[in-house]
């Protein structure tokens, strides 16, 4: 971020008459629509699948072994899956026409890799925050 690119920003209608602890808070605060793709941990995934063990199990051969050897490594992942990811989306999609798993199943799981960001990581990139000290500077 620039202070240029910060002063644009405060300019806006909605900052006038803000403090600069209010405009860092506006910057900072949750806004709906932004949506920043995060890491769902390893269990929680496995967790939200856990299900789908009896219906690999009712798959006949090699149909059976392949999709056992999929969640093996699943399992191997050392911390977790962007499941957002195109490749992650075309497994779960394959996965769901194959009955391994469920449509809910897969929404589930997809929704635990997003979370609401904000008007600062809308301008500047996931994880980024501004400053008490930034708003000062360019105010």
Same mark, same amino acid.
């Given at each position: 971020?620039?202070?240029?690119?910060?002063?644009?920003?405060?300019?806006?209608?909605?900052?006038?008459?803000?403090?600069?602890?209010?405009?860092?808070?506006?910057?900072?605060?949750?806004?709906?629509?932004?949506?920043?793709?995060?890491?769902?941990?390893?269990?929680?995934?496995?967790?939200?699948?856990?299900?789908?063990?009896?219906?690999?199990?009712?798959?006949?051969?090699?149909? +059976?072994?392949?999709?056992?050897?999929?969640?093996?490594?699943?399992?191997?992942?050392?911390?977790?899956?962007?499941?957002?990811?195109?490749?992650?989306?075309?497994?779960?999609?394959?996965?769901?026409?194959?009955?391994?798993?469920?449509?809910?199943?897969?929404?589930?799981?997809?929704?635990?890799?997003? +979370?609401?960001?904000? +008007?600062?990581?809308?301008?500047?990139?996931?994880?980024?925050?501004?400053?008490?000290?930034?708003?000062? +500077?360019?105010?």
């Amino acid at each position: 971020m620039t202070d240029a690119e910060l002063i644009a920003e405060l300019s806006l209608p909605a900052y006038a008459g803000k403090t600069a602890t209010q405009k860092t808070d506006m910057l900072n605060a949750p806004k709906q629509g932004v949506i920043i793709p995060v890491m769902v941990p390893k269990g929680d995934m496995l967790l939200a699948i856990s299900a789908c063990h009896e219906r690999i199990a009712a798959k006949s051969e090699p149909e +059976r072994t392949m999709w056992y050897q999929l969640l093996a490594t699943l399992r191997s992942l050392s911390e977790g899956i962007y499941v957002n990811h195109p490749a992650v989306v075309s497994f779960f999609a394959k996965a769901v026409l194959a009955s391994v798993l469920t449509q809910d199943e897969v929404d589930y799981v997809q929704s635990l890799g997003v +979370r609401t960001g904000s +008007r600062a990581e809308e301008l500047w990139g996931a994880g980024f925050t501004v400053s008490l000290n930034d708003v000062a +500077r360019v105010s």
